[in-house]
T-cell receptor, first 114, second 112 residues
Framework: AQSVTQLDSQVPVFEEAPVELRCNYS??????LFWYVQYPNQGLQLLLK??????LVKGINGFEAEFNKSQTSFHLRKPSVHISDTAEYFC????????????FGAGTRLFVKA | DVKVTQSSRYLVKRTGEKVFLECVQD?????MFWYRQDPGLGLRLIYF???????EKGDIPEGYSVSREKKERFSLILESASTNQTSMYLC???????????FGSGTRLTVV
């Protein structure tokens, strides 16, 4: 069965430090990969996506992610975080079977400390 | 600015009531989705629709139904609300390209 695993439920980090939020997926077919961010009391916003081409993708707010097919991973990174990056981050996949259903991970809560 | 609008941010309903959650999008998107979000479980798909009057069950459809009479509106119905349906409900839409979802702000439903 297809699944998305976010390896850390919470990540505390100091302001201006780098951060990596880890995501692994399991699928018997190829996938499209997404990261979303959810600020408190809001819906989710798309951060970035990988559909094809270069495995390093850049998104909004200085985030980037790298697709590693052999390790079935899509980790999210930012070289220097800000207090305003405190939010919950969701990794997600769409299976390349012609539909548009998205499978979400359980989320990682990023907490940036001053 | 494109939008997905959920009619209520907070709702409190009694056990056994019939509950309607409304979602409207202004982007002419073909696809619409209802998810529920619970701590530690992420987002779980309840129902989705790829076209008007079309609906498909997601992973947790029990106790829910949906209606899509117009392209822009996708309603989630709790036929007889129960306390285990207390949750955050998120509506999303997407086009036929793989652009990702646009989400509404969510409805936090409490069933007492």
């Amino acid at each position: 069965a297809q699944s998305v695993t976010q390896l850390d439920s919470q990540v505390p980090v100091f302001e201006e430090a780098p951060v990596e939020l880890r995501c692994n997926y399991s699928s018997s077919v190829s996938v499209y990969l997404f990261w979303y961010v959810q600020y408190p009391n809001q819906g989710l916003q798309l951060l970035l996506k990988y559909l094809s081409g270069s495995t390093l993708v850049k998104g909004i707010n200085g985030f980037e992610a790298e697709f590693n097919k052999s390790q079935t991973s899509f980790h999210l990174r930012k070289p220097s975080v800000h207090i305003s990056d405190t939010a919950e981050y969701f990794c997600a996949v769409i299976l390349n079977t012609g539909g548009f259903k998205t499978i979400f991970g359980a989320g990682t809560r990023l907490f940036v400390k001053a | 600015d494109v939008k997905v609008t959920q009619s209520s941010r907070y709702l409190v309903k009694r056990t056994g009531e019939k509950v309607f959650l409304e979602c409207v999008q202004d982007m002419d998107h073909e696809n619409m989705f209802w998810y529920r979000q619970d701590p530690g479980l992420g987002l779980r798909l309840i129902y989705f629709s790829y076209d008007v009057k079309m609906k498909e069950k997601g992973d947790i459809p029990e106790g829910y139904s949906v209606s899509r009479e117009k392209k822009e509106r996708f309603s989630l119905i709790l036929e007889s609300a129960s306390t285990n349906q207390t949750s955050m409900y998120l509506c999303a839409s997407s086009s036929l390209t793989l652009g990702g979802y646009t989400f509404g702000s969510g409805t936090r439903l409490t069933v007492v």
